[in-house]
């Protein structure tokens, strides 16, 4: 079955450290997303790709990076620089036709605690 | 940037109706509606584009008025499985050079439909 694959589900971090969050896809779609989720502020977009090997920042991206290498793999690590992170992070794809973003397809997220 | 979602919270009786607005300070391109449920990732309902309204899912409908840069979400006779956070996701158009789109969302409206 298609769809986008997040891991690990769960993960704790010791503040200082950096962690990658893992986000696949198998849909074929050449967009990709990062988002952050918050109680209350709804979803916040971190970093976004529409082809390989090119992304843009969303309107949170400082203490984040990503990389896009293959068109099925966005993995987002967060950095020690990145002062809150214990968040639910989402991962999504999409179609994109001319300037119309299609349909973004979900990952089950990633929930990120910092001790 | 983010779009304003109102009301930020609804509880229904299942069979009422009930009506979720999204607004935006900026021209959209635009309009993507999503539903979450607790402890799950959000699920697609819509999209609207300019001057267009689809009916996308179940009794749900959607309008979208681009001079006002408003979209409004109609839920008509109310399921209990209707119940979870409803999110509009407003797509802006960069600017010509880049042609990159991206996707930003409100802040979500929680709807609850009690028997």
């Known amino acids: 079955d298609g769809g986008i694959t997040q891991s690990p589900k769960y993960l704790f971090r010791k503040e200082g450290q950096n962690v990658t969050l893992s986000c696949e896809q198998n849909l074929n779609h050449d967009a990709m997303y990062w988002y952050r989720q918050d109680p209350g502020q709804g979803l916040r977009l971190i970093y976004y790709s529409q082809i390989v090997n090119d992304f843009q920042k969303g309107d949170i991206a400082e203490g984040y990076s990503v990389s896009r290498e293959k068109k099925e793999s966005f993995p987002l690590t967060v950095t020690s620089a990145q002062k809150n992170p214990t968040a639910f992070y989402l991962c999504?794809?999409?179609?994109?036709?001319?300037?119309?973003?299609?349909?973004?397809?979900f990952g089950e997220g990633s929930r990120l605690t910092v001790l | 940037q983010q779009p304003v979602q109102s009301p930020q919270a609804v509880i229904l009786r299942e069979g009422e109706d009930a009506v979720i607005n999204c607004s935006s300070s900026k021209a959209l391109y635009s309009v993507h509606w999503y539903r979450q449920k607790h402890g799950e990732a959000p699920v697609f309902l819509m999209i609207l584009l300019k001057g267009g309204e689809q009916k996308g899912h179940e009794k749900i409908s959607a309008s979208f008025n681009e001079k006002k840069q408003q979209s409004s979400l109609y839920l008509t006779a109310s399921q209990l499985s209707y119940s979870g956070t409803y999110f509009c996701g407003t797509e802006y158009l960069l600017g010509l050079n880049t042609g990159f789109q991206k996707l930003v969302f409100g802040t979500g409206t929680r709807l609850l439909v009690s028997p």
């Open positions: 999504a794809s999409s179609t994109v036709a001319g300037l119309q973003i299609g349909e973004l397809f």
